[in-house]
Every structure is written in structure tokens, then in C-alpha cells.
């Protein structure tokens, strides 16, 4: 197993790390969501449910604040929820996962990025994500002191290529970041890409931190965890959460799962995080973890419809659209409709016909945010009403804003 040591004492001032990204103003997401608040525009941006998961589940939460679990929880979760979510990958993925050393519960998949990239990060590191990224990524990367090196994912199968792909890893590379399903292409990788990037990884003895948050919300393909590729496990830590299956995102209850010393230092990091959190909910996460496989299988299907209800109407809108494989995310392009700038049209399109969009422009450094340009990212966890609403107000998008 690699080793890696703990990155406690840095080298760079904390000045040139805040000056080192620009991932640490004000979010695109803030400002989209302000502007659509401000116009009470159909907030398509970010990506949170506008419905509340299983009833069954909140009373069980509920029942634990009325009780009596309203102090810290064990700084890796509560026995309970770790047994659960060992229980779920044995189920679900064949993988046999120690509860009591190799998961660690975290305050959302949020800390799980933090707590094993400050872990494992020391200024000068080099670590890979795919481009576009999700911004937690460079930001934390950036408070480590790493190097971020991207490897593009380009339309129409947001694919990486193989050769931009081995070009990507060097001798200072210590860590991938794999999202997987992507946020925000709603691409799902091949199984050879994740072959791929297991013989990388080994070849220069670097780590790969899976991001799977999104893991039960496939359409028609199946989800294949990167740890369960022959070499990949002593060197891969897994991230979750119960924000996306189970649509209760402000509970932020996450978790990573790995080798427990990967997992032990993750865990030291983290308790200078968090400590611990969400006590009352971490029961009735493991009961919603040991649902039937039929609900993980229905809630893909319906979200996967809701998926083809927006689509349609961002084709009907005159955009090329790039149907997604999984996530929360619609990828679409606004260039046939004459606009350039997706960035610009995002900031005028919640006034304008009151629906907001982010740009995918904004997952990326300044190379990636050429090639998308045109293009733009559209949640469609929603109600059907408000996906046809939405699509309804888009189809007037060439009309009401100009080119």
C-alpha cells in the first residue's frame, strides 16, 4: 500500500493558497440563486430536490431530536449507520467493508472531499480531476497547496480520451479525483476508462478518491463503483452521501469507505472539521439505507423521466442537448439559438423568462471554459409541473433575450 504522510506543516503562506484558486469568492450557485429568488425564477441551477424524501424517514429523524440523540455522535458515526453502509455495498456491489475500520461518517460527501484531500495532499502534490469539475475540488485542492491538473471531458459522451488521460499523470501525481456519475456532465464512465485509471493510478502509486454520490441515479446503465476493479481497492477511497438517493440533501450525512488506514486518516483530519454531526439523523439513514432494491430502482426511473420531460424542452427550445446517463444534470448547448456566452446568458435568463441555468463554464479553469462556452448545466430533480413550466418558459428564449 502507498504511503502517504499527514500534510499538517505548510509551506505556503496561507495568502498565496487563498490566491492560488479562484474557487473561494462567492459561488456561481449563490449569485443564480439569488437572482432567481429575486425574480422567483425557477431555480434550475442548483441541484436540490424541491420535494422531501420518504416520510418514514423524517419521522424516525424526528423521533431522535424529541429523544434523546442530541449530542455528538462518535467521531466516525454512530455503529449503526457504519454497519449499514457495509451492509449496502456488500449488497448492492459484492464488497466486503469493515464497519468498524473502514467507514468513516462525515457531515455530508462535502467533508469526505476536505477531510481525505487535506489528508493526503502537501503543497506542490499534483492532483487530477476531470474538467468540467465540481467546484469543492479546486477549492480544496487549492487550501492544500496542490496542484490541480484537469483532463477534459468533451460533448457528446463527456468521455475522457485515453491519451489526454495518461498525459494528465507524472511522477509528482498523488491523487484522482473520480466523479462518478459526473456532476455536471450526467456522463457515467466505461468500464475500460476505469481500468484505465486503476493501471494509472498503480503505475505512479498515487491514490483515487471515487466521489459516488450520485450512484443509484443511472438511466439505463449499470453504476460500477471504481473499488471494485481488480487493484483498485488498497488504494481507493469512496465517498457517498444520502442527499441524492434519498432527496434529504440539508441533512448532510455522508460517508467515505476505504483501507482502514486510508480511512484512519481521513478520520484524523476530520475530527478537526467537524468532530461529528447529525446525530439524530444517522439512525435513520441506515434505516433508509436498507430499503428494498426496489426503491433505489424506482426513484431512478422517475428521475430518469424527468430527465426526457426536460430534455424535450430544451430541444423544442431550438438547444442541442446532450442527454445525461445519471445525476441530477441536462447539459445543453445555447449556440444554435445564436449565444455565445452561456455565463452571460445565466445571469440574464432569471429576469428575463424566469428560469435560472448555470453555465458549465464555471467547473472549469480558463481552457476548459473556452470549449464550453456555449454551454449550460439544468437540474431537473423537480416536480413534472415545474420541468414543464420551465421548458414552456424556455421555448420564448430566443424572442425575449437577444443574441
Not at 23 to 43: G, M, P, Q, R, Y
Not at 378 to 402: D, M, P, Q, Y
Amino acid at each position: 500500500m502507498p504511503s502517504y504522510p499527514f500534510p499538517w506543516q505548510r509551506t505556503a503562506a496561507g495568502a498565496n493558497l487563498l490566491s492560488s484558486t479562484g474557487d473561494l469568492s462567492v459561488t456561481i450557485f449563490e449569485e443564480i440563486t439569488a437572482l432567481a429568488t429575486k425574480h422567483s425564477a425557477i431555480n434550475l441551477g442548483q441541484g436540490f430536490p424541491d420535494t422531501d424524501g420518504p416520510h418514514l424517514f423524517k419521522e424516525q429523524a424526528a423521533e431522535g431530536v424529541a429523544g434523546s440523540l442530541n449530542q455528538y455522535a462518535p467521531g466516525g458515526g454512530i455503529l449503526v449507520l457504519r454497519e449499514a453502509i457495509a451492509k449496502h455495498q456488500q449488497r448492492f456491489y459484492g464488497l466486503s467493508v469493515n464497519p468498524e475500520t473502514e467507514v468513516v461518517v462525515t457531515t455530508g460527501a462535502t467533508e469526505a472531499i476536505a477531510a481525505s484531500i487535506l489528508a493526503f495532499i502537501q503543497p506542490g502534490d499534483e492532483v487530477i480531476t476531470f474538467e468540467p469539475f465540481y467546484d469543492s475540488y479546486g477549492a480544496t485542492i487549492g487550501l492544500a497547496g496542490g496542484i490541480h491538473r484537469t483532463v477534459p471531458l468533451n460533448a457528446p459522451d463527456f468521455q475522457p480520451d485515453i491519451a489526454d488521460l495518461r498525459a494528465a499523470f507524472s511522477t509528482r501525481t498523488k491523487m484522482i479525483v473520480l466523479n462518478n456519475p459526473h456532476n455536471p456532465t450526467g456522463a457515467v464512465f466505461e468500464r475500460a476508462v476505469l481500468e484505465e485509471i486503476v493501471y494509472l493510478a498503480t503505475k505512479h502509486d498515487c491514490l483515487i478518491l471515487s466521489d459516488e454520490v450520485y450512484e443509484h441515479l443511472t438511466f439505463g446503465v449499470p453504476h460500477i463503483p471504481i473499488a471494485t476493479i481488480p487493484g483498485a481497492w488498497e488504494r481507493t477511497l469512496t465517498l457517498s452521501s444520502v442527499g441524492k438517493t434519498f432527496s434529504f440533501t440539508g441533512w448532510k450525512v455522508g460517508w467515505a469507505m476505504g483501507p482502514a488506514p486510508l480511512i484512519a486518516a481521513v478520520r484524523t483530519v476530520k475530527q478537526f472539521l467537524s468532530y461529528s454531526s447529525g446525530t439524530a439523523f444517522q439512525p435513520a439513514v441506515a434505516a433508509a439505507l436498507d430499503s428494498p432494491t426496489e426503491f433505489f430502482d424506482a426513484f431512478a426511473r422517475d428521475l430518469g423521466h424527468r430527465s426526457t420531460v426536460l430534455a424535450a424542452g430544451l430541444e423544442s427550445a431550438g438547444m442541442t442537448v446532450y442527454r445525461p446517463r445519471g445525476t441530477y444534470f441536462v447539459v445543453a448547448d445555447v449556440a444554435p439559438l445564436g449565444f455565445t456566452d452561456a455565463l452571460d446568458l445565466a445571469r440574464r435568463m432569471p429576469k428575463s423568462i424566469g428560469v435560472a441555468g448555470i453555465p458549465l463554464s464555471v467547473f472549469c479553469h480558463a481552457e476548459g471554459a473556452q470549449r464550453t462556452k456555449t454551454l449550460m448545466r439544468f437540474a431537473f430533480c423537480k416536480k413534472l409541473e415545474v420541468l414543464t413550466e420551465a421548458a414552456e418558459r424556455l421555448s420564448h428564449l430566443s424572442t425575449k433575450i437577444g443574441s
